[in-house]
């Protein structure tokens, strides 16, 4: 596909090289407000964000949905977060009355949708969706020092393009209006190589299928951006708020 700067319906896959360094919930609290929502997370993971949200902000309820079901049902074991309800659905087919949510929220998820499944999946969002409901979709974009790490052992250059490319049309479609392209960075801080693999080699939603051989040099290009401070990076997002239409 190979659209780096491609702009469709007034947006754009990756931004400027310069963006302000922040943490997404602060991004997020820009862009949304909260107080009294109804939200449907989708691809919550181990529920970190929904954490944060259901902390931190005046959120109603959430609805956190994830496709792993091991961590789906370690999820389940979470017992101190009364607002939230663990579901175990994907974006494609969501368990949901129609109008039932405010807010619908895809945090670094939307490119692990199966690429056939993109379109209905934003047909379903549309569809619980209250009118003038938003949807959060924050996407990491292909590019860093990260990345070249990651990409050794999972080289998601296209999927992300596709994702960006059904963004596209939901909004060309008219199903959503974009409402803001945000881009920033955020600082991902590893203590060693070990926390790494755990983190993002040693995943029970993939199968990563990383030989020995791999292994070393996913290594060897991680301990190459040491830094004097530790393994610190700087990666690089694009936020696409749409609105109902």
Same mark, same amino acid.
């Given at each position: 596909m190979n659209m780096p700067h491609e702009k469709q319906s007034g947006m754009q896959i990756a931004g400027p090289d310069h963006q302000l360094v922040t943490n997404e919930l602060v991004?997020?609290?820009?862009?949304?407000?909260?107080?009294?929502?109804? =939200?449907l997370e989708l691809g919550c993971g181990a529920a970190e964000k929904t954490r944060l949200i259901a902390e931190r902000t005046g959120v109603s309820a959430i609805v956190a949905a994830?496709?792993?079901?091991?961590?789906?049902?370690?999820?389940?074991?979470?017992?101190?977060?009364?607002? =939230?309800?663990?579901?175990?659905?994907?974006?494609?087919?969501?368990?949901?009355p129609d109008a039932s949510f405010d807010i619908v929220i895809l945090f670094k998820s939307l490119h692990h949708v199966p690429v056939a499944l993109m379109d209905q999946s934003f047909a379903e969002m549309h569809r619980v969706l209250r009118p003038g409901g938003h949807v959060y979709i924050s996407e990491p974009v292909f590019e860093g020092e990260f990345n070249e790490v990651i990409r050794l052992f999972n080289d998601e250059e296209v999927v992300r393009e596709e994702a960006f490319a059904a963004i596209g049309r939901a909004v060309q479609t008219e199903q959503?209006?974009?409402?803001?392209?945000?881009?920033?960075?955020?600082?991902?801080?590893?203590?060693?190589?070990?926390?790494?693999?755990?983190?993002?080699?040693?995943?029970?939603?993939?199968?990563?299928? =990383?030989?020995?051989?791999?292994?070393?040099r996913i290594r060897e290009r991680f301990e190459s951006f040491r830094k004097p401070e530790g393994f610190v990076f700087e990666v690089s997002n694009r936020v696409d708020l749409l609105v109902k239409s």
């Open positions: 991004v997020l609290g820009e862009m949304l407000t909260f107080v009294g929502a109804r =939200v994830e496709v792993d079901r091991i961590q789906h049902a370690r999820n389940l074991e979470i017992g101190d977060l009364p607002k =939230v309800t663990f579901a175990a659905f994907g974006a494609e087919s969501i368990e949901a959503f209006q974009l409402a803001e392209e945000r881009f920033f960075r955020n600082i991902v801080k590893l203590a060693s190589f070990a926390q790494f693999e755990q983190g993002l080699i040693n995943v029970t939603h993939s199968e990563r299928n =990383v030989s020995p051989e791999l292994l070393v």
